[in-house]
Nanobody, 128 residues
Framework: AMQLVESGGGSVQAGGSLRLSCKVSGFTYSVSWMGWFRQAPGKEREGIAV????????YYADSVKGRFTISRDNTSITLYLQMSNLKPEDTAMYYCAATVVLALPTKSVLDPNQYESWGQGTQVTISS
């Protein structure tokens, strides 16, 4: 089993920046994709940034492209999300997740239903 623990959330004003971290432990050898997802009140959980554990290929949701950057540290097995130029609509609970599914179609890499291991989430609140 894998354990994922997020940190780094908080409250900032619009235009500000935050960096989220996700420490991954446990049986991580088979992880193929890791990513960040978010869920705002009353909305469905959405994928915003994912990275392939072997190729470092990344995909972003259009809503965060150019503002958010996903990265990982293989030594500490930590996933990061650097968020810049934050907007009030970025307010949500942010989760990191991982999957061991190897043959994940490109069209599905941002689909939360494809990920089986999840962290507990960290709240991000952006004020205008």
């Amino acid at each position: 089993a894998m354990q994922l623990v997020e940190s780094g959330g908080g409250s900032v004003q619009a235009g500000g920046s935050l960096r989220l971290s996700c420490k991954v432990s446990g049986f991580t050898y088979s992880v193929s994709w890791m990513g960040w997802f978010r869920q705002a009140p009353g909305k469905e959980r959405e994928g915003i940034a994912v990275i392939n554990s072997r190729s470092d290929t990344t995909y972003y949701a259009d809503s965060v492209k150019g503002r958010f950057t996903i990265s990982r540290d293989n030594t500490s097995i930590t996933l990061y999300l650097q968020m810049s130029n934050l907007k009030p609509e970025d307010t949500a609970m942010y989760y990191c997740a991982a999957t061991v599914v190897l043959a994940l179609p490109t069209k599905s890499v941002l689909d939360p239903n494809q990920y089986e291991s999840w962290g507990q989430g960290t709240q991000v609140t952006i004020s205008s």
